[in-house]
């Protein structure tokens, strides 16, 4: 239970990582740990101040804005920092969790290290490098039941969403679902545009070869 640590649970949605930060947080009252709790404000699905699983469990949590507000609430008593959503911050997030190492807390993170482009998101790659631990989780698809889903899936009336959806859009098992490698879909309307210019320029240029 020593600080200067970083602790980072990642995965895709519906893989258990808010499920397994609240079981480290349990674990951390119970060695009766003084502990405060963030999550993002755009992050609406909880309409409360704070932080929920999919299987009930909650705790409460501190609302940030801007990642620097954390420090403004952190107090030197404080030996635990744990932060859910880790990949809706902004680029200072990673000065943040630098600084409460380097000050001697330990420091326990969740959030998502693929969008649902299955691009890396937000700042979760250099986060994912400063971390002093990784456990990056798995869940079980939701098309063939495999249990090495690594994707999340955003659907948008029940349909794979376009690669030129907006990056982030709030929602719940309704938009999201985990998928595997071979399940996951992103379907591209810009590429095909593409590939019918590119069929029509073709037979334009062979009727004037013509």
Request: charged share 30%; hydrophobic share 35%.
């Amino acid at each position: 239970m020593n600080g200067y640590s970083f602790e980072l649970i990642t995965g895709p949605m519906s893989c258990g990582k808010t499920e397994e930060l609240l079981r480290r947080i349990r674990r951390c009252e119970i060695a009766k740990k003084k502990i405060k709790i963030f999550s993002p404000a755009i992050d609406t699905r909880e309409r409360g101040d704070y932080i929920k699983s999919r299987n009930g469990l909650a705790a409460n949590a501190i609302k940030i804005e801007h990642s620097i507000q954390i420090l403004h609430h952190v107090k030197p008593n404080d030996e635990i920092i744990a932060i859910d959503e880790l990949q809706f911050f902004d680029s200072d997030i990673i000065k943040v969790i630098t600084f409460l190492m380097n000050n001697g807390k330990k420091v326990i993170g969740s959030g998502l290290e693929l969008d649902f482009k299955s691009e890396p998101f937000g700042h979760m790659p250099e986060l994912m490098c400063i971390a002093t631990r990784v456990d990056k989780l798995h869940a079980v698809c939701m098309k063939c039941g495999s249990e090495h889903a690594t994707r999340t899936q955003r659907l948008i009336n029940g349909k794979p969403a376009d690669k030129s959806s907006p990056l982030i859009m709030i929602g719940g098992d309704e938009a999201y679902e985990a998928r595997c490698i071979k399940c996951y879909e992103l379907p591209d309307k810009n590429a095909v545009k593409t590939k019918k210019f590119s069929s029509m320029s073709l037979k334009l240029q062979d009727l004037v070869l013509r």
